[in-house]
Antibody, heavy 120, light 107 residues
Framework: VQLVESGGRVVQPGDSLRLSCAASGFAFSSSGMHWVRQAAGKGLQWVAFMRYDGSNNQYAESVRGRFTISRDNSKNTLFLQMNGLRVEDTAVYYC??????????????WGQGTLVTVPS | DIQMTQSPSSLSASMGDSVTISCRAS??????LSWFQQKPGKAPGLLIFAASTLQDGVPSRFSGGGSGTDFTLTIRNLQPADFATYFCQQTYTMPYTFGQGTRLEIK
């Protein structure tokens, strides 16, 4: 299993940015996927989720209406479109796979992360 | 949202010690609880899921317990590689919230 995030860079407040997560080594088109972020020296914050078929998008309240999760199953790639970026969106963004064990969800595999910086 | 509260926020221990980290959920989450280990500059690594199931490749020195609102992560016979930050996460309902983390340091 490999997840490789890309697209992070320094942007100005109000700018837009699209992150990508290239997946390999597993059945991407059958897997729900998450984005999770972490500000420097801080804890983990769940950001967004998309089912394997692109339905049932879920978002953290802090990004709802500004961020959009999407996927291209033909290219095994997950995306996070981020609009109206704010200083508080500065973080490392990770993508992760959703698995189930006896009906209990868990996130066993994570990418290495991509850094988004929105300076004040 | 379900709030996850970890304690302690940090602790110091010596090689060979055993430590226990607690995680409390603001609502009953059954066994929908995972534990992660994170080292500086690295992605989180899954240790335990479904409250007590050890992820493949994780040493048996790690164990998880609890159900409902109170959970524990116990590490026995601490090794150098164990000094890291630990997070709990509930997956009962989205948003999948995390505890604030427990930093385990060498005494």
């Amino acid at each position: 299993v490999q997840l490789v995030e890309s697209g992070g860079r320094v942007v100005q407040p109000g700018d837009s940015l699209r992150l990508s997560c290239a997946a390999s080594g597993f059945a991407f088109s059958s897997s729900g996927m998450h984005w999770v972020r972490q500000a420097a020296g801080k804890g983990l914050q769940w950001v967004a989720f998309m089912r394997y078929d692109g339905s049932n998008n879920q978002y953290a309240e802090s990004v709802r209406g500004r961020f959009t999760i999407s996927r291209d199953n033909s290219k095994n790639t997950l995306f996070l479109q981020m609009n109206g970026l704010r200083v508080e969106d500065t973080a490392v963004y990770y993508c992760s796979i959703l698995h189930y064990f006896d009906g209990v969800p868990y996130l066993p595999y994570w990418g290495q992360g991509t850094l988004v910086t929105v300076p004040s | 949202d379900i709030q996850m509260t970890q304690s302690p926020s940090s602790l110091s221990a010596s090689m060979g010690d055993s430590v226990t980290i607690s995680c409390r959920a603001s609502h009953d989450i059954s066994n929908f609880l995972s534990w992660f280990q994170q080292k500086p500059g690295k992605a989180p690594g899954l240790l335990i899921f479904a409250a007590s199931t050890l992820q493949d490749g994780v040493p048996s020195r790690f164990s998880g317990g609890g159900s409902g609102t109170d959970f524990t992560l116990t590490i026995r016979n601490l090794q150098p590689a164990d000094f890291a930050t630990y997070f709990c996460q509930q997956t009962y309902t989205m948003p999948y919230t995390f505890g604030q983390g427990t930093r385990l340091e060498i005494k």
